[in-house]
């Protein structure tokens, strides 16, 4: 089972506290955008008697109010196609258990979000990447690549949009060239689709679901973690038209007896937040995505393309190895009592001696605060021993 990028350096961050050093965390993508006031109101005030499971599926007053949900986002699904889950990560674990087999392959451009690997090999999924690049700000790679990777063994394509942790906003004609190959070769394609929300520059998100002609192929996968600031409430879903698919998906729900009751209590009240509060977040996050990539591109030596959503940003540093960079950042580093803490970029790739050179960077601090992470990262890389000519 691989280690976390995201959080095996968390006991050096630790360490880091003790001695009176000041951790920037941008290595999680846990904002400090405030949960809805609703949300919290919901929880607080509810009047339970019994904290009692719910349905396997789900809650279905909640599953009544997701589809509400979706459809403002044009896509059409019923209580019936989807499992509440406890997360996005079950929902994940529930598309691979249901759709693939040990020794089965699923294709999935990396980098890619760290958990894919874990989740696989708890699966016996065995992970075929291809390889996306930082020269083009991580675009999906050419459909070429694809077939060049499909195998008697492969059964599904995965992908994240937008990317967890490129930021890449994969396009309507990317997905339709996906669309084709998954057509093509019978594949299911799971499409992660958490931070739906956060697009940029006028950008709109295009869901695999509203692909025509792959219905029964199509496995969508969601959470309210990041769509909300609702980390910790742990609910997520899986849906998918095809019946077979949710029928099978339903034993591995039966068999976990249900998701969190107050998880998804606080999942239905959200769907009721303005949209103000999107305004406001977004707004928010495009002025932290401009400190960030701005002075990482200033800095020496370094590139981070401009993501085009989500709250990440993959950047390149005249670094020996990553690993050893965000470990000696918290161990031997500080910056007037203040250092960093990012994401190695070697846990968000499968193939071995890939992103050594690149960190992911998660843009969830206040703007004041990702401004001196950012004079931490720069005064690190003048001294760092590692660092490459």
């Not at 968390?10 to 993508?29: D, M, Q, T, W």
């Not at 005030?45 to 986002?73: C, P, Q, T």
């Not at 959470?223 to 038209?241: D, F, H, L, P, W």
């Not at 959200?270 to 401009?290: G, H, L, Q, W």
Request: hydrophobic share 40%; aromatic share 10%.
């Amino acid at each position: 089972m691989p280690a976390s990028p995201i959080r095996k350096l968390v006991p050096f961050s630790e360490e880091a506290k003790k001695r009176g050093v000041k951790v920037y965390h941008l290595n999680i993508g846990q904002p400090d955008i405030e949960t809805p006031e609703n949300v919290i109101n919901k929880i607080r005030n509810f009047d339970l008697k019994v904290l009692e499971y719910s349905h396997s599926a789900g809650m279905i007053s909640y599953r009544k109010k997701l589809v509400e949900y979706y459809k403002s986002w044009n896509i059409a699904v019923t209580p019936e196609e989807m499992i509440v889950t406890t997360g996005g990560s079950e929902a994940i674990l529930f598309a691979l258990n249901t759709c693939l087999d040990p020794g089965d392959e699923i294709i999935i451009p990396e980098p890619f979000y760290a958990n894919y690997n874990g989740f696989a090999m708890s699966s016996g999924v065995i992970v075929k990447p291809i390889d996306s690049s930082i020269e083009n700000g991580f675009a999906l790679p050419p459909i070429t690549a694809f077939e060049d990777a499909i195998s008697g063994k492969t059964k599904a394509i995965m992908i994240c949009n937008p990317n967890n942790p490129t930021g890449y906003l994969y396009s309507k004609e990317e997905l339709e060239s996906l669309r084709d190959l998954v057509k093509k070769h019978d594949l299911f394609l799971f499409s992660d689709e958490v931070y739906r929300e956060f697009v940029y520059d006028g950008a709109k998100h295009y869901s695999v679901m509203n692909l025509e002609g792959i219905d029964q192929n199509v496995v969508l996968l969601d959470s309210i973690s990041k769509r909300y600031s609702a980390c910790g409430a742990r609910i997520g879903v899986m849906i998918s038209k095809n019946q077979e698919v949710m029928r099978t998906a339903m034993k591995f729900a039966q068999a976990r007896l249900s998701p969190p009751t107050f998880g998804q209590i606080a999942g239905e009240e959200a769907i009721n937040t303005p949209p103000s509060y999107f305004t406001k977040v977004i707004d928010e996050y495009y002025e932290r995505r401009k400190v960030v990539v701005d002075s990482i591109n200033k800095m020496t030596g370094c590139f981070c393309p401009n993501p085009g959503g989500a709250f990440y940003a993959m950047a390149r540093l005249p670094i020996d190895d990553s690993d050893v960079f965000c470990q000696w950042l918290l161990e031997d580093f500080n910056c007037d009592g203040k250092t960093v803490m990012l994401a190695p970029a070697t846990g968000f790739y499968s193939s071995p001696g890939r992103g050594l050179d690149e960190v992911r960077i998660s843009y969830v601090l206040n703007v004041e605060d990702l401004r001196q992470a950012m004079k931490c990262l720069e005064a690190a890389l003048k001294v760092y021993p590692g660092r490459k000519k």
